[in-house]
């Protein structure tokens, strides 16, 4: 499996372990993928965030199972069953502050993440089914805290629910059946909840399944690089333990840090206080927004007057990042060589910024005209500005290896 | 040789029996065994789709009574039915009139005032906006009415006329009226 000069850590020769790999190769995986895995020598800390979503992801699994012991998904005992775990669960508190902003932080690193992969091409060739991975991953997670939010079945979890389903209405005649099927029943009520509850201790094991694959495919041609171009040699690369293992623990800790601060100093920041309302059946809220991860879709969902049009844009508009390895014409791949398309790119970062801020408020007056410029500017980000910016921009030119700028540097 | 049209049976390099035309035996089983796995892995799939459907116990709660005697001109109450908000509405003259003359307004989804009620002053609808699910506000006197005097949603702002028709806003269809039937003069049936 190992494509490069593969020298066996020390730990390899112990008797025990030669024993077990004879049986089943788990050292010498760990070895070639994880410790002597050879990785581009000038990752900056933009590429800590996938390892950041991966931990992530761990501490959702964990605090999500212990959350489960306590928690009881029926429409009559949901939302005291988790005023239970706040209150009377030993360290409940801690899992759910931990479990409600991590989703926030597990948002946080990967649109970081997948931003990393806009700006330095990391989609281009031959990483499209990495890419494709990462964007199921991303569905999935979108799916899963979807579902996460109903469960403590307060008024926001009630009526987003409602509002999301409702989306698949827009689909011409089996609309209304589709709907009703999601829902088990004629509303938004206990067989949904059930049902989201089972589904969203399910995806996250999905989601792990999809890394498993992400993985696979990023260690097949390895990481990209800032520069964007492919190592010439293994003097371009460095082994993964200590090098990346180091800079991904400084990186986790101080991402700890921030995410220690919402869990202990300021856990609702992020949440809705509608949401301690217990779900109402018969009373919308004035205003429903969905949580801040989800803001610049739904911005694109309320530009459009029509619904079908407003459900198929919001669905397109993650839909258009599947075709981005062949929208993007450029050969070059990072944006640190394309002078034009790194201006595209930052307003391309204000709009869906804007897009988020558009979403959260009522949809009226100017946040809609705003909202409605920055959706045609998303989609013509991809559609028109990187399709043409490959034939017009002129790159500066590129390195002639990875090693060459960083021994220039280090010379100085 | 063959007549064009028949074939022999000849023994393959494999061992098995196959026709001259390439066809053999096993072609045979192994699309009918394909096609019995597929058929039966799709039916068995049908059942858990199904499953997720509504349940006896959903659908047998499908029908609600009301009873009307305590209701006076101009004032709307709300039910629950299939767990959704159903509005009643004793409309007043007035509201009957509005709703006769915007008959001839343009709908967005035409419809006959006289074709949604059973009895004009009795006016019954799903208080779903039919945009994205939300309940509309106007059951209350002080609640917004919206431009058309009847019922306007606080969501994504659709506005609905004393008919409870679509009148404004980003909603596709007019509010639904359910099935429901007059038990007698005060008492309705809904589902």
């Given at each position: ?5 593969y020298?066996?850590s ?11 790999d ?6 010498e995986?760990v070895?070639q993928q ?6 581009p ?8 965030f996938g390892?950041l ?6 501490v ?5 199972i212990?959350?489960?012991m306590?928690?009881?998904p029926s ?9 239970r775990i ?13 479990h409600?902003?991590g989703?926030?932080m ?8 997948i ?16 890419w494709?991975l ?5 569905l999935a ?21 409602t509002?999301?389903?409702n ?6 005649l089996?609309?209304k059946?589709?709907?009703?099927w ?13 049902r989201?509850?089972a589904?969203?201790?399910l995806l996250?094991?999905?989601i792990?399944?999809?890394v498993?694959l992400h993985l696979?495919?990023?260690h097949?041609h390895?990481?990209n690089?800032?520069l964007?171009?492919?190592?010439k040699g293994p ?7 200590p ?5 991904d ?21 992020l ?12 009373v919308?809220?004035?205003?429903i927004?969905?949580?801040?991860y989800?803001?610049?879709f739904?911005?694109i969902?309320?530009?459009v007057?029509?619904k ?6 919001m ?9 981005l390895?062949?929208?993007d014409?450029s ?14 790119f930052?307003l391309f970062?204000?709009?869906?910024v804007?897009?988020?801020?558009c979403?959260s ?6 946040a ?17 500005f990187l ?7 002129r790159?500066?030119?590129l390195p002639?290896s990875i090693?060459?700028?960083?021994l220039k540097?280090?010379?100085? | ?5 028949t074939s ?6 494999g061992?098995?029996?196959?026709h ?8 045979f089983?192994y ?18 789709i ?17 009873n009307l005697s ?7 109450i709300?039910?629950?039915?299939r767990?959704?908000?159903v509005f009643v ?7 009957i ?17 006289s074709?949604?009620v059973?009895?004009s002053?009795?006016l ?5 906006c039919?945009h994205?699910?939300c309940?509309?506000?106007?059951q209350?006197?002080?609640d ?11 969501c994504?702002?659709s ?5 409870g028709?679509?009148r404004?806003?980003?909603?596709p ?12 003069d ?6």
């Open positions: 499996m190992a494509k490069y000069d020298v066996p020390p730990f390899m020769s112990n008797p025990i372990v030669k024993w077990v004879h049986r089943l190769p788990i050292f995986m070895d994880l410790i002597k895995y050879p990785a020598r000038n990752l900056n800390y933009w590429w800590n390892s979503a991966g931990v992530m992801l761990v959702m699994i964990l605090s999500g212990f959350l489960a306590n928690y009881q429409t009559v005992a949901a939302f005291d069953s988790v005023e706040m209150r009377d669960v030993n360290y409940g508190w801690l899992l759910r502050y931990m409600m902003n989703a926030s597990f948002f946080v690193v990967v649109y970081i993440h931003a990393r992969g806009l700006y330095y091409g990391s989609y281009k060739a031959p990483r499209e089914i990495l494709w990462g964007l199921l991953i991303f997670m979108m799916a899963t805290a979807f579902m996460g939010y109903v469960l403590p079945w307060g008024q926001m979890s009630f009526w987003g629910a509002v999301i389903t989306l698949f209405s827009a689909i011409p089996v609309g059946s589709i709907v009703t999601l829902w088990g029943g004629f509303s938004v009520d206990n067989p949904t909840l059930n989201f509850f589904l969203h201790y996250p094991f999905v792990a399944g999809l498993l696979w495919a990023l097949v390895g990481s690089n800032p964007g171009i492919d190592a003097q371009d690369k460095i082994p993964f333990h090098y990346y293992t180091v800079k623990a400084f990186g986790l800790s101080v991402f700890l840090i921030i995410y220690a601060y919402f869990v202990f100093f300021n856990p609702y920041m949440g809705d206080p509608d949401n301690w309302i217990p779900a109402n059946p018969l919308t809220p004035p205003h927004v969905p949580e801040w989800f803001l610049p739904y911005a969902l309320r530009s007057p029509d079908l049009g407003g459900v198929t844009l669905f397109g508009a993650i839909a258009i990042l599947f075709v390895p062949w929208l014409t050969r070059v791949r990072s944006g640190r060589f394309r002078p034009a398309f790194r201006v595209f930052w970062m204000v709009v869906t804007t897009l988020g801020w979403g408020q009522p949809p009226e007056g100017m809609l005209t705003i909202g409605q410029i920055c959706t045609v500017l998303y989609f013509l980000h991809f559609l028109v399709p043409l910016l490959g034939w017009f921009e790159p500066l030119p002639a090693a060459e700028p960083v540097s280090a010379a100085k | 040789m063959a007549q064009p049209g022999t049976l000849t023994t393959s390099p061992g098995g029996r196959q001259e035309d390439g066809t053999a035996r096993r072609d089983l699309l009918s065994a394909t096609a019995f796995g597929a058929t039966g892995a799709v039916l068995t799939g049908w059942a858990f199904s499953s997720m459907n509504p349940s006896a116990d959903v659908l047998a709660l499908s029908s609600t009574e009301v305590a209701m006076q001109p101009g004032q709307a709300t039910v629950v039915w767990g959704k908000p509405r004793y409309r007043t003259p007035e509201e009139a509005k709703a006769k003359a915007d008959d001839k307004a343009d709908l967005r989804d035409p419809e006959l005032d074709k949604r059973q009895k002053q009795w019954i609808l799903v208080g779903v039919t994205l699910g309940v509309p506000l106007g209350k006197p002080t917004p009415h919206g431009d058309f005097g009847g019922w306007f949603c606080p994504h702002g506005h609905y006329d004393t008919s028709r679509i404004k806003g980003p909603a269809k007019n509010l639904e009226v359910p099935t429901y039937t007059f038990l007698n005060t008492t309705i049936r809904i589902g």
